[in-house]
């Protein structure tokens, strides 16, 4: 079956460093794609999101960039914080409007040293 | 409300018993999603609901599990004579649709129920 997977399970980083984690896909109908950050004891939140007609988006610290060629997804934190010590999650969408499933991977613990 | 909302918190059974789990999901959402995670794992995709109805109930891991959602609002999970490899965190999560444009069919959770099985 179709699935999303991560290559580091685990990433610890500098405070003031940048962060990749990265994620591969498999389906190549998916259409979109979440990453979600996951504190210890509560529920995942919603961090951004990529469509697949584009290969690049930024939020606030985080950019989101996606390459549809190797069907991989990775997510950057800039300027890593001791408060982004979190698992990482990517999700994807199988693709059609009417495809309401996201299939998750995984996870990757980030930890931040300070 | 501001975001979805689950109760209980935490729930302590012991073998045998039934639970109920509960989910407010965010207001005008009509997607309700549930999900389970075990220590340490990604998530479980159990059920969905659209408005009131479930079409797709094969996520659900046996016929002790069910789900039911009343005024396209408020969504309970019931797990019947629970057994220990039931302990989980389970979550629930809500779009604003269940299909079409993609940023509608984001999904936001809640903080989750830690089912702890004796």
């Known amino acids: 079956g179709e699935s999303v997977g991560l290559h580091l399970p685990t990433l610890s980083v500098q405070e003031g460093d940048n962060s990749i984690i990265n994620c591969a896909y498999s389906n190549s109908a998916s259409d979109y794609f979440i990453w979600y950050k996951q504190e210890s004891g509560k529920g995942p939140q919603f961090i951004i999101d990529i469509r697949s007609n584009m290969d690049k988006r930024q939020g606030q610290r985080v950019t989101v960039l996606l390459n549809k060629t190797v069907k991989h997804l990775s997510l950057q934190i800039a300027a890593t914080q001791p408060g982004d010590s979190a698992v990482y999650f990517c999700?994807?969408?199988?693709?059609?409007?009417?495809?309401?499933?996201?299939?998750f991977g995984k996870g990757t613990l980030l930890t931040v040293n300070p | 409300g501001a975001g979805v909302s689950q109760s209980p918190s935490n729930k302590v059974t012991e073998k045998g018993k039934d639970v109920e789990l509960r989910c407010d999901p965010i207001s005008g959402h009509t997607a309700l999603y549930w999900y389970r995670q075990s220590l340490g794992q990604g998530l479980e995709f159990l059920i969905y609901f659209q408005g009131n109805s479930a079409p797709d109930k094969s996520g659900l891991p046996s016929d002790r599990f069910s789900a039911e959602r009343t005024g396209g609002s408020v969504s309970t999970l019931t797990i019947q004579r629970t057994q220990q490899e039931d302990s989980a965190v389970y979550l629930c999560?809500?779009?604003?649709?269940?299909?079409?444009?993609?940023?509608?069919?984001?999904?936001?959770f809640g903080p989750g129920t830690r089912l702890l099985v004796l």
């Open positions: 999560a809500s779009s604003l649709v269940l299909s079409g444009q993609a940023g509608g069919k984001t999904q936001y």
């Open positions: 999700a994807e969408n199988g693709g059609g409007g009417s495809n309401y499933k996201l299939t």
